[in-house]
């Protein structure tokens, strides 16, 4: 008697519980009855953009060099490419299954650094320089088509990537450290993802190596600018 | 059975509850920028999906699309730059997309918009036609382009401004003798700062079109036999270039000798599916234990050598006992 009575209570407390959910569930739905769902899923592309840490597109991502003091002798300066607030962010929803690659080049070949104040004060991005001048200065023999020296130095070996969401990072491989020369080495690539990485997710990379070397003696300013575009390529 | 049914319907009631609480939602990966696609899907080259490949003879013209996003849901129109350029030497011994700045002399020059600017709506998109024209005398082989596209915005500020932009690979192949191979496989192997190891495989593409190529690189562990890890993946290698791809092993916990085997497979032909396959140099690889790993080793090793002298004893122990047992008995036996 005991038994059943138990039984039969247990099955009345499930009963009342799903005809709760039913009319909670009925209830809701009574409220937005006229209410139109509509959806818009935009077609795949792969996408490259600058992120903060919430994962926000900076607006005007800028990198700036630790400042360098005029010295007669090459200069060095050096900065971050990628820190937490401007994350190098690639994504690949389904766009690219058989891989994609992510490079950084300056928006020309013959681009210079350039002081916005006074665009005579200039130096380059991508002389191999005379090793004389441990390569600060102009060598036009190596096919640099200007007459400033300077030379850009990207290292994406010492990066870190890592998924968004906690997705896996197989098949994509970092870039080695290269140093820009015109006509000759005039991308550097950063990310290559082969066609077993997955095709479904976002990538962040941050804390890529950047290396500038700046003639001795160069003009004073503190506006020195130069545009360098990052570019992920379907393959 | 009764408690069954009992148990049906609670799982009834909340799965019909969780399923109706969370039906609203939608899960989706947010980004913003611009992005495009190949306009026209030929299901006979799945590639064509994503990007622009063509067999054109000199002079022969090619009527294309691209269908360009605007991804931002913020909310605001986007004007969208979109251009053809060449291939630029990159550093990791392929090719990148050219800059828009820079002379176009082969497959960018191929390429001509009917508009290189849109603007287009949060969201939205717009099919922008596009020709290929190969021009007269160009000789058999793969050419390489890119469609960029990049968001029109003013630079600002000083120090390293950056910009975003998208490409789509074109691939021209002008028919004739089409030479296929792979040459000169290899890998280099350094020690990185932080004990891991770093190995840059690399291989020659000498013929006239690119190749699909599967890289692998294993290590097995030489004590155990066992395969500890496997990198590699499907890359292609254009034409005249020596493409490099970089891998890292972690420096592996336990430590000991361990044989790294890399090798570079590709199709002799477009019908062939890796039937060639190029094997680079063994490295065979030492690697001393991690301290914690060691203390694990050495106290494993030490519990064993106790174990074996604590066995040992006990063996001798026996024995003397089963000595000291037989000779009470012969002393018994005797009457003594």
């Known amino acids: 008697m005991i038994v059943i009575f138990s039984r039969l209570r247990s099955f009345f407390v499930a009963l009342v519980s799903f005809l709760l959910a039913v009319l909670l569930v009925v209830g809701v739905y009574a409220q937005t009855a006229n209410t139109t769902f509509r959806i818009t899923i935009s077609a795949a592309s792969l996408a490259v953009s600058i992120v903060d840490a919430s994962g926000t597109a900076v607006d005007t991502p800028l990198v700036t060099f630790g400042d360098v003091v005029r010295v007669s002798d090459c200069m060095t300066a050096t900065a971050t490419l990628g820190e937490t607030t401007q994350r190098i962010r690639v994504t690949n929803p389904g766009a690219s299954d058989s891989g994609w690659k992510l490079s950084i080049a300056a928006n020309a070949t013959t681009s210079l650094w350039e002081s916005q104040g006074d665009s005579s004060k200039q130096f380059d991005f991508n002389d191999v320089g005379d090793s004389s001048s441990l390569g600060c200065s102009d060598l036009s023999s190596s096919g640099d088509t200007d007459s400033v020296g300077g030379q850009l130095t990207i290292d994406p070996s010492v990066a870190t990537l890592a998924g968004v969401n906690s997705v896996g990072t197989t098949g994509i491989s970092k870039g080695s450290t290269a140093s820009f020369a015109e006509g000759t080495l005039d991308s550097i690539d950063l990310l290559t993802a082969g066609s077993n990485s997955l095709n479904f997710g976002a990538w962040e990379l941050q804390g890529v190596g950047l290396s500038q070397k700046i003639p001795a003696s160069q003009d004073v300013a503190n506006d020195y600018q130069l545009t360098l575009v990052l570019t992920v390529t379907a393959q | ?336």
């Open chain 2, 1 to 336: 059975m009764f408690r069954a049914r009992i148990g049906l319907l609670w799982l009834l009631s909340a799965g019909f509850f969780v399923s109706s609480s969370f039906s609203g939602f939608a899960f989706a990966l947010e980004y913003d920028g611009v992005g495009g696609q190949p306009a026209y899907f030929r299901s006979d080259v799945p590639k064509s999906k994503h990007i622009f490949l063509h067999t054109l003879s000199p002079g022969q013209v090619q009527e294309e699309g691209i269908i360009v996003h605007n991804l931002d849901s913020s909310g605001s129109d986007k004007v969208i730059l979109i251009h053809g350029v060449d291939t630029v030497h990159s550093s990791g011994g392929g090719v990148a997309c050219a800059q828009v700045l820079d002379t176009q002399n082969e497959v960018g020059s191929w390429i001509a918009f009917e508009t290189n600017e849109v603007i287009i709506p949060a969201l939205g998109k717009e099919k922008v036609p596009f020709t290929i024209t190969v021009p007269e005398g160009v000789s058999a082989g793969e050419y390489n382009g890119c469609v960029v596209i990049q968001e029109k915005k003013d630079v600002q500020g000083s120090g390293l401004s950056l910009s975003t932009r998208v490409g789509l690979r074109v691939a021209i192949t002008v028919p004739g003798v089409l030479h296929r191979e792979i040459v000169a496989p290899s890998v280099v192997m350094h020690t990185q700062d932080d004990g891991d190891f770093s190995f840059q495989v690399s291989g020659t593409n000498t013929g006239n079109v690119s190749v699909t190529t599967e890289v692998s690189l294993k290590t097995r562990s030489l004590i155990t036999g066992l395969l500890v890890s496997e990198q590699g993946g499907g890359y292609p290698v254009y034409r005249g270039k020596t493409q490099r791809w970089n891998f890292v092993l972690e420096k592996p916990f336990w430590g000991g000798p361990y044989l790294v085997t890399t090798q570079i497979s590709y199709g002799s032909s477009d019908d062939s599916v890796y039937d060639v396959v190029l094997k680079a140099s063994n490295i065979f690889l030492f690697v001393f234990p991690a301290p914690l790993a060691i203390g694990i080793e050495v106290g494993v090793l030490f519990l064993i050598v106790i174990s074996l002298i604590l066995l040992r004893r006990r063996r001798r122990a026996r024995r003397a006992r089963r000595a000291r047992g037989g000779a009470r008995t012969t002393r018994v036996g005797r009457g003594e």
